[in-house]
């Protein structure tokens, strides 16, 4: 969990200013910044299902170092490039690196994790993300304003993922077990198969999430008349978040995950649907607790899933394939809503959330979760 909350604070006390700083450092217009930016994106998706194959086919604490140092040096990076083009590549290479170290550092922590505490642990691992997402964009807007020094941030996300570094190094994974058989590459060393319906599902979920994400601040000014309390928004939806890792923790343990996922879905669509048709203050900071509570339960039973669908060689990959399947609705949600708010309004593409969200809800009480309990293998 700490070495988790390191790389998260760590990348995202830098992500809400990096525009202002290739802006004012390289004087940079926004579709250059949009190009720079998405390259992080781009290698961080594209790492994900090879580095799920490297860490379930070789020595997995290796694998993590190996991940957790690229990470660390590329900080430094950015030091270093003195020209637009130069802090594209590092940028770019860093989301390499970012994405292999997410599988990894899951993985581990699945590993170190008793298998009578493991839907639980994992609850509890993912209150680290939540708070680095809480805390880092707050702290680095507060650095530069007190500062007005970029180089300073650099410093401080360079020796928080030191730390996330030193702490993994200190972990110690039980013996391994599990027979690592030689096989030819297939589409199976890099994508669970055996989860393909857990991953279309997130895939809906994640749309949703990415047009909330980066197009609230624009719907609500245009659309609401909300000029402030975007900042508070995201403050209550994280902390749904974190209430519902700590009051779901008693019935992953009981290992209630389709309940858990049944019901984060269901809250979730209230949420939304809150948000989109009740457009005064009461539904707008109502629905970041509901959707937050959502998410924070869906999560959790959703990696649950995916794990337990998977055999125990196979874990890194089970990762790799449900933070993809995250990944590609979250792209989707973002390439999309703008597409649509572009050609009928931020009104329509919230709407289509809503759609989305209703649709992902219903695949999963009348398909997915029927196709877990069948293929489930603890």
């Known amino acids: ?38 390259g992080y994106t781009l290698t961080a998706l594209l790492s994900r299902p090879i580095s799920g194959f490297l860490v379930d086919a070789f020595d997995r604490k290796r694998m993590l170092m ?61 209150l680290s993300n939540n708070f ?16 007005g020094r970029f180089e300073l941030l650099f410093w401080v996300a360079l020796v928080v993922a030191g730390i996330g570094l030193a702490v993994d190094h200190t972990v110690t994974l039980p013996k391994q077990t599990v027979e690592r058989k030689k096989r030819p590459l297939s589409i199976r060393r890099f994508f669970l198969l055996r989860g393909w319906l857990l991953a279309v599902n997130m895939v809906f979920f994640g749309f949703c999430f990415g047009v909330l994400q980066n197009y609230l601040a624009i719907y609500s000014k245009e659309v609401m008349g909300v000029t402030t309390g975007t900042g508070v928004f995201f403050i209550l939806l ?79 990959t089970a990762n790799s394939t449900l933070l993809v399947s995250w990944d590609v609705g979250m792209g989707m949600g973002l390439l999309l809503g703008g597409v649509m708010a572009e050609h009928a309004g931020y009104a329509f593409a919230f709407h289509a959330v809503v759609v989305m ?12 979760r029927s196709f877990f309990l069948k293929r489930r293998l603890r």
């Open 238 to 316: 994280s902390s749904g978040l974190v209430v519902t890792r700590l009051m779901g923790a008693k019935s992953l343990r009981k290992g209630r995950l389709t309940r858990i996922a049944a019901v984060g879905a269901l809250l979730s669509t209230f949420g939304y649907g809150i948000f989109v048709f009740c457009n005064n203050s009461v539904g707008y900071f109502l629905s970041p607790l509901l959707i937050g509570l959502g998410n924070g339960s869906i999560w959790p039973a959703f990696m649950n899933m995916t794990v337990n669908v998977a055999g125990d060689d196979q874990r890194g």
């Open 1 to 38: 969990m700490t070495a988790n909350f390191s790389l998260f604070f760590a990348f995202y006390i830098l992500a809400p200013l990096l525009p202002l700083y290739l802006y004012e450092q390289f004087g940079a217009s926004k579709d250059i910044m949009g190009v720079v930016l998405s």
């Open 132 to 147: 680095a997402m809480a805390l880092a964009p707050s702290a680095g807007i507060a650095i530069y304003q007190y500062t």
């Open 357 to 368: 969200q209703l649709a992902g809800t219903a695949l999963f009480l009348l398909a997915t």
């Open 66 to 126: 190996v991940f957790y140092a690229l990470f660390f040096i590329f900080f430094a990076g950015y030091f270093a490039a003195g020209s637009l083009l130069l802090f594209a590549i590092v940028r770019t290479l860093h989301g390499g690196a970012f994405g292999g170290l997410t599988v990894a550092n899951s993985t581990v922590a699945i590993d170190v994790l008793p298998s009578s505490r493991r839907n639980e642990g994992i609850g509890y691992y993912g």
